[in-house]
């Protein structure tokens, strides 16, 4: 088996690095049978995004402070550990961007896609799915769309449900609405696709994040399941992902 070890920049990290390459030898992530990502989740998604059009499968060790993402971390049994974890498939989602610059950008997030507020002023903002408005202006912080995967990062943080993986479906978060008051989000179709429009951009500017990558001044943002990529993530079979958020729910 031929591994590629990726750690980040911690003495924690690093120190294991030295460890596991001493152990199980190292190789180029191009032609690795597995990546093993040494850290935390945010290096994790570090290196999901460099890598996910590989679609190796990626074999993550918690050396940071969550680590949602990862399995726990020990030197011994890899190799076995490898071959007898559970693949997890995950679909980012794709963002496209228009901004009052007249720019398009793309981007791809694994956890979720946000529109925030740039000022001190609320963002107004419609809310469209497969092309029919469904919220004609919602009046808050924000608002996100969330992949299973990422229902347990931010969407937590802003109220929205924990999503079992392989349910094919997304959170439809607000960030502090205001209006509608009674509003607090929904589940739609991962096959849904979404588009946020900014309303009186001009006045309440707002800014998109796909997961680390943000663009400011916005107008249009429109989402969807980028079901043509495929990431692989491999979780020790006692301590799979989908465990971590059904437990999520009872925390």
Same mark, same amino acid.
């Given at each position: ?6 750690? #980040? !920049?911690?003495?924690? +990290? ?20 597995? /990546? ?35 399995? &726990? ?18 679909? =980012?989602? +794709? ?30 903002? !419609? ?5 029919? *408005?469904?919220? &004609?202006?919602? @009046? ?10 990422? +229902?347990?990062?931010?969407?937590? #943080?802003?109220?929205?449900? @924990? /999503? ?9 978060? =607000?960030? #502090?609405?205001?209006? =509608? ?7 739609? =179709? *991962? ?8 309303? +009186? ?34 979780? &020790? @079979? ?6 971590? /958020? ?6």
């Amino acid at each position: 088996m031929k591994l590629a070890f990726l750690a #980040s !920049q911690t003495s924690k +990290s690093q120190n294991a690095l030295k460890t596991m390459v001493k152990t199980y030898g190292q190789c180029d992530a191009e032609v690795a049978d597995v /990546i093993v990502v040494l850290g935390g989740d945010g290096f994790m998604l570090q290196c999901l995004h460099q890598h996910m059009h590989q679609s190796t499968p990626v074999f993550g060790l918690r050396l940071g402070t969550v680590g949602f993402l990862m399995n &726990d971390y020990s030197v011994e049994n890899l190799p076995e550990r490898i071959d007898q974890a559970k693949n997890t498939v995950l679909h =980012p989602l +794709s963002m496209q961007v228009q901004t009052v610059h007249g720019e398009t950008v793309n981007s791809l997030a694994i956890n979720e896609v946000s529109l925030l507020r740039q000022t001190k002023q609320s963002a107004h903002i !419609q809310i469209l799915i497969n092309g029919q *408005s469904r919220i &004609d202006n919602l @009046v808050g912080d924000g608002v996100m769309v969330a992949t299973p995967a990422g +229902s347990t990062a931010y969407n937590l #943080s802003a109220h929205g449900p @924990v /999503i079992p993986l392989g349910s094919d479906i997304l959170a439809l978060t =607000p960030i #502090s609405p205001f209006r =509608p008051r009674r509003w607090r989000g929904a589940i739609i =179709p *991962s096959h849904a696709e979404v588009t946020f429009v900014v309303k +009186s951009h001009d006045k309440r500017p707002v800014s998109a994040t796909a997961d680390n990558t943000e663009v400011r001044d916005v107008i249009q943002v429109e989402i969807k399941e980028a079901k043509n990529i495929k990431i692989n993530a491999l979780y &020790d @079979v006692k301590h799979n992902l989908e465990d971590r /958020i059904i437990n999520e729910q009872f925390s």
